[in-house]
């Protein structure tokens, strides 16, 4: 059984940056492709960027692009969120989510993902 775990949230000021971390247990790490996806008070959950399963292809929200970064660890387990320069409108709750069934592609459609984590809150006051 997968079992996501997200942590690194937290209330920030507009300009700062925040790392999420998101640990895999359960299973190989290596064999599942991760995203991450967010989603704010009365909106739809998003994708952000994903990463397949070794470190080859990344896949990004095209408005996040280049403040956002997304990495992994296979070696801890672990997928990061980098996120620079956040704005107020970045505030939402971020999962994680995976995989396992392609290491060739990342999907931003949250259908595609079986395993999804609790959530970590991340507010950005002005």
């Known amino acids: 059984q997968v079992q996501l775990v997200e942590s690194g949230g937290g209330l920030v000021q507009a300009g700062d940056s925040l790392r999420l971390s998101c640990v895999l247990s359960?299973?190989?790490?290596?064999?599942?492709?991760m995203g991450w996806f967010r989603q704010a008070p009365g909106k739809e959950r998003e994708f952000v960027a994903g990463?397949?399963?070794?470190?080859?292809?990344?896949n990004y929200a095209e408005s996040l692009q280049g403040r956002f970064t997304v990495s992994r660890d296979n070696a801890k387990n672990t997928v990061y969120l980098q996120m620079n320069s956040l704005k107020p409108e970045d505030t939402a709750v971020y999962y994680c989510?995976?995989?396992?069934?392609?290491?060739?592609?990342?999907?931003?459609?949250?259908?595609?993902?079986?395993?999804w984590g609790q959530g970590t809150q991340v507010t950005v006051s002005s």
């Open positions: 359960g299973r190989t790490f290596s064999s599942y492709s």
């Open positions: 989510a995976a995989y396992g069934y392609s290491c060739s592609w990342i999907s931003k459609s949250r259908e595609n993902y079986d395993y």
């Open positions: 990463i397949t399963c070794s470190v080859g292809k990344l």
